[in-house]
């Protein structure tokens, strides 16, 4: 795909997720890989009024070579590609169901959700939780980039989920598949519940890897 069709893609899967409810305000960022570096989005920008032609793109030494100044969390996103070869997006949202289990207390910090629906262990796997860190902070980085070579999607303690694609479109699937199933947990939470067994989780990851061969190379990277 060239910048420019990618260019317009993230610009229309960024207001696509802004007005079904994924995103308000400002916050949240999208970037994708280039052969000489990533576009991103802009600081300040909100997701549903992006122009193409505005995105941040920034070189390989992680130098700003054209477009208005990347995300404030454009730290984030290098850490990503780099444990992450074949990592071909980022998304990172403060979608509201998703931030609101990260709030929670006596969650699995190891796995945050459960797997209640087939295609959320087909999209997501595991999802740990990273320990809170002011915005801005590095260290976040540090801590992202220590499970992402095993987790192409984790979630931020009172911040939201990152989550790496192997395509813009993967990591977008991911991103919706993650809010949704944060959504179903809390609205079953006091309830007993059914999740999938041990069994049915091991036969769906030998179905649909998520990081080896197979049908799942589609939805992850």
Known sequence: ??????????????????????????????SVRLADGWLMTPTGTSLGALDPARLAKIDA?????????????????????????????????????????????????SNVLPPLTAYYVMRVGTLPLIPYFAPGDIDLARAVGELASRHHAVLLANHGPVVAGKTLDDAVYATEELEETAKLFLALRGMATRPLTQAQVDDLQKRYPLNFSGRQRALCC
Do not use: W
């Open 61 to 109: 030494a992680g130098q700003l070579v054209g477009g208005d100044p990347p995300t404030k969390e454009a730290f984030l996103h290098p850490v990503v590609y780099d444990r992450r070869a074949r990592a071909g997006a980022v998304v990172h949202l403060h979608s509201t169901h998703s931030v609101a289990v990260s709030c929670l207390c006596g969650v699995d910090h």
């Open 1 to 30: 795909m060239t910048e420019a069709a990618l260019r317009e893609k993230v610009a229309r899967l960024g207001k696509s997720m802004f007005d079904r409810g994924l995103m308000f305000g400002s916050p949240g960022n999208i």
